[in-house]
């Protein structure tokens, strides 16, 4: 069973950078395709970006392509969201669980989140 932790969360302002971790516990985590999620006060839980298990593979967002790279280090059991070009309305709590496609409910084992802010 894998469980995350996500961390790197912050405040920010615009057009400033973050890199978020999801630390992984449980030795599966290499097998398992990846995405990040982010949900904003009010708002449903919206795809960000998805890695395949090897990390060959990645799809994003429109709203955040060109901007957000996703990727992994298997040997670590961790998966980064490198974001940069932060926009205010970037702002969400950012969630990765493990899964494929662009649906929250294609996921599961979700972490507990971590809050990324920006300000204008």
């Known amino acids: 069973q894998v469980q995350f932790v996500e961390s790197g969360g912050g405040l920010v302002q615009a057009g400033g950078s973050l890199r978020l971790s999801c630390a992984a516990s449980g030795r599966t985590f290499s097998n398992y395709d990846m995405g990040w999620f982010r949900q904003a006060p009010g708002k449903e839980r919206e795809f960000v970006a998805t890695i395949s298990w090897g990390g060959t593979t990645t799809y994003y967002a429109d709203s955040v392509k060109g901007r957000f790279t996703i990727s992994r280090d298997n040997a670590k059991n961790t998966g980064y969201l490198e974001m940069n070009s932060l926009k205010p309305e970037d702002t969400a709590v950012y969630y990765c669980?493990?899964?494929?496609?662009?649906?929250?409910?294609?996921?599961?084992?979700w972490g507990q989140g971590t809050q990324v802010t920006v300000s204008s």
């Open positions: 669980a493990l899964g494929a496609g662009r649906r929250p409910s294609d996921y599961r084992n």
